[in-house]
């Protein structure tokens, strides 16, 4: 039987802010504060802790170590890193460690009762860590405004060089420890700025990912500020919707930089234009998600609450994977098939997802009508309806890993819900279940006539890097081109 939930607090406003923040990227399935391990009677894992399709951040959050400014600024710094930046690394990497050697020792709050619901002893787990500070940045504005005015107040980095190098330098951070897992030091700002621009798990995951490669494997060396480098990433085509960061050909292997203005220039690009109308149409999708996700986590679920919580987690999961490109579209189909159903008629759209060329969707409209005497029998038959779509979509669609059903009620009556059926199709089917397939498709007119809506990713055009040259035969950079213009 599904049981609800029961999360620990956070222990102060700054790791309330952090969790509400994150909670609005990764929802509240994936979103724990103050984890527990049980060393003596139980001491917290980290402040916060995400967890994602077999990938674990652990946020550490020193939003209470104050700058102190009426001190010289070199003193002022270096206690600040030591307190903000090197104590978080410390728990950081220790709370890694911990996972790392006993994941079945991690528990949902103080009383070492309820075990943290995902399994975390799987080899191929990813973990990234992330350290937040907060109350710098009017201290780093007044700094950098002294030596040229216009700063925007943020940290800045540098990765390849030595912490004592850092000590002496007033905020600029790096790679704290280039001998253990990279951890991402972010200010309010920046952390606030990645969960609002990287809105889904998908995006945050792959950014972090991105980032950790070009600092540890491609020589990135400077960033003017964590928004500088999320402008860079954005402006890159990493493909299926996500961004990029490499190291220019031009370097010839040798050290980059990111310098100020990569943010200013983005947000005057036609890819952010584009980007910002996918992040509106995209929170539909992340609605429909986040119902689903506070069901389960209340225990709240109308079907099939017999079933463990990973069986429910594991097919939302599907739901919140699309990254924002992929939701923006995939909410646009669901929404504009559902305003063109009629009344009283059953209907369907199938789409592949963007940013998981494997999968596929279909969309099922299953109406109500008075001859149901209750809502609950009205939803059995809606998931049996949905269950003759799934087996149909994977005749239908052959070269699917994997098969979301969602079902939901048509328009013209008050209230309603949606079903998901998550299908694993990797495995063939056998040749009585095409028949079967066959039967269905033409006895009940499933998917009979169905195509596939297949929507290429907007944006820049396919192989061209920021710093290429320009397609339009100008011989200028495309950053410095049509990238910026919008001329395609």
């Known amino acids: 039987m599904l049981k609800p939930i029961q999360k620990e607090p956070s222990v102060n406003e700054s790791e309330r802010i952090l969790s509400s923040i994150a909670t609005n990227t990764f929802f509240s399935l994936w979103c724990y504060p103050s984890l527990f391990r049980s060393v003596g009677k139980g001491k917290e894992l980290t402040d916060l802790t995400v967890y994602f399709n077999n990938t674990l951040i652990l946020f ?27 104590e978080s690394a410390k728990q950081l990497h220790g709370a890694e460690s911990f996972v790392r050697n006993h994941p079945e020792k991690i528990f949902l709050n103080s009383k070492l009762k309820d075990p943290f619901p995902f399994d975390l002893t799987n080899p191929h787990l990813k973990i990234h860590l992330v350290a937040i500070t907060r109350g710098i940045g009017e201290h780093a504005k007044r700094f950098f405004d002294s030596i040229q005015p216009g700063s925007r107040g943020t940290l800045a980095y540098y990765y390849q060089v030595p912490e004592k190098l850092l000590l002496e330098k007033p905020f600029f951070v790096g790679d704290v420890d280039q001998e253990k897992t990279f951890v991402h030091v972010l200010d309010e700002s920046g952390i606030t700025l990645l969960l609002e621009e990287l809105a889904t798990p998908a995006d945050f995951i792959h950014y972090l990912e991105v980032k950790e490669k070009a600092i540890r494997e491609q020589k990135l060396l400077f960033s003017a500020g964590e928004e500088e480098t999320l402008g ?64 389960i986590t209340d225990a709240r679920v109308g079907e099939r609450n017999d079933l463990p919580f990973l069986t429910h987690s594991n097919a939302v999961q599907v739901l919140a994977s699309e990254n924002v490109h992929s939701s923006s579209v995939l909410a646009a189909t669901l929404f504009e098939k559902f305003d063109s159903v009629p009344k009283g008629i059953r209907s369907s759209r199938s789409m592949q997802s963007l940013s998981n060329p494997g999968r596929m969707y279909v969309f099922v409209f299953f109406p109500w009508t008075d001859q149901y005497k ?99 035969g100008s011989n200028r950079k495309y950053k410095k081109c049509c990238l910026t213009s919008g001329m395609h």
């Open 60 to 86: 550490s959050d020193k939003g209470h170590v104050k700058f102190q400014a009426h001190n010289e600024i070199d003193l002022a710094w270096s206690r600040w890193y030591r307190g903000a930046v090197k």
């Open 232 to 295: 860079y990433y954005l402006q890159e085509d990493g493909g299926h919707g996500f961004g990029d960061i490499q190291n220019p050909p031009e370097n010839k292997g040798n050290f980059f930089a990111i310098s100020e203005g990569e943010w200013r220039d983005y947000r005057q690009t036609v890819i952010y234009a584009l980007r910002h109308q996918h992040k509106v149409k995209a929170r539909l999708w992340n609605e429909i998600t986040a119902r689903f996700a506070d069901c």
């Open 374 to 472: 209750s809502y609950e029998e009205y939803r059995q038959d809606r998931t049996a309806c949905m269950q003759l779509y799934a087996h149909v979509a994977r005749y239908k669609f052959q070269k699917a890993k994997e098969i979301l059903i969602l079902g939901a009620d048509t328009k013209g009556r008050p209230g309603g819900s949606e079903t998901i059926l998550a299908i694993d199709a990797s495995v063939a089917l056998k040749s009585e279940e095409r028949v079967a397939a066959q039967k269905i498709m033409k006895t009940y007119k499933i998917l009979d006539s169905v195509s596939e809506k297949r929507v290429k990713a907007s944006g820049q055009p396919k192989n061209i890097g920021r710093n290429d040259p320009c397609p339009c």
